[in-house]
Every structure is written in structure tokens, then in C-alpha cells.
């Protein structure tokens, strides 16, 4: 029984070890390809107690998906270790009082199907996609105060 008990441990440590990165410990990304150590470690300084972390590598940035302060984050890295930005989804009680008050006066026959927060060097921005029966609305609000149209669809 203790040798049951022990090889099941091994095995569910090696396949752990597989999914959270390679045998010496560094996380790699859903490709396979091991996340740059600049970038990492700026990580771990800025989001130390993130969760649930799971790393994306495209061609110009790294990209860190995870929970941190029980909200899904996404932040995006160049590949020096700069922190680009900061992306979360949000809620309308979120928002800034003077956008959530836009919406109510020019938006009300509209329902909200999306909504996140852009976080980087230039400031916050907000972007809103609104429906109704026959268009989807992108929404953007850079200044906190007011939404600019930023793309229209019409449903099909």
C-alpha cells in the first residue's frame, strides 16, 4: 500500500511538473516554449501572488493570463520585460460614475454583452459592446467622462 501510495504521488507530481513548466521549474507557455526570464521576473515583481497563471508567446510581446485579487487579469510584456498593459473585465458598476451615466442617458435601449479596462503608459480606456435587436455597438472611453463610437454592426 505505501508503495501504491508513493508511485501514485511521483505520478501525479511529473504530470503537475508537466503542465506548470519544464523539468527545472520555469513556466512555459501553451506553445511549449519557455517564457523569457526578463519577462518573468518583472512578473513575479509586479504579481507576486497571481494564480492560475498561464503564458501565451506571440511574435512581438508575452502575454500572462491569470487571477490575481479574485479578478482575471491579462497582462502583456515585451520581451525585454516591460510591462505594456493590463486588461481586466469589469462590470458597468465599475466604471467611472460619468460613463456609467452616459450609458443610462444615451444607451438605455441597449444591453451590455462586453466590457473590459485597458491599462498601459497612456492612461485607462474603457471599451463597451452594446446590442440591441439589430446592431452591436464598440464603445470607447478614454477620458472617463464620455463614450466615442469606435466600430457598428449590424446583426444579420
Do not use: C
Not at 501510495?5 to 520555469?26: H, P, Q, R
Not at 498593459?85 to 443610462?104: E, M, N, V
Not at 438605455?108 to 452591436?136: P, Q, R
Request: glycine residues 6%.
Amino acid at each position: 500500500m505505501k508503495k501504491m501510495m508513493l508511485t501514485l504521488a511521483i505520478v501525479i507530481s511529473s504530470v503537475g511538473a508537466a503542465f506548470a513548466g519544464n523539468a527545472f521549474g520555469k513556466p512555459l507557455a501553451t506553445d511549449g516554449e519557455e517564457v523569457n526570464a526578463r519577462v518573468l521576473h518583472a512578473f513575479k515583481n509586479e504579481f507576486n501572488a497571481a494564480k492560475d497563471i498561464t503564458w501565451t508567446i506571440a511574435q512581438n510581446y508575452y502575454l500572462a493570463s491569470f487571477v490575481y485579487n479574485d479578478q482575471h487579469v491579462a497582462a502583456y510584456y515585451s520581451p525585454e520585460g516591460e510591462l505594456m498593459g493590463l486588461t481586466r473585465y469589469i462590470s458597468p458598476a465599475d466604471l467611472p460614475l460619468a460613463l456609467q451615466s452616459d450609458l443610462k442617458k444615451n444607451y438605455k435601449d441597449h444591453w451590455v454583452s462586453d466590457l473590459f479596462e485597458v491599462a498601459n503608459s497612456d492612461g485607462t480606456a474603457y471599451y463597451i459592446t452594446l446590442e440591441d435587436a439589430e446592431t452591436k455597438l464598440v464603445l470607447k472611453a478614454s477620458n472617463g467622462k464620455s463614450w466615442n463610437g469606435y466600430k457598428k454592426v449590424k446583426k444579420s
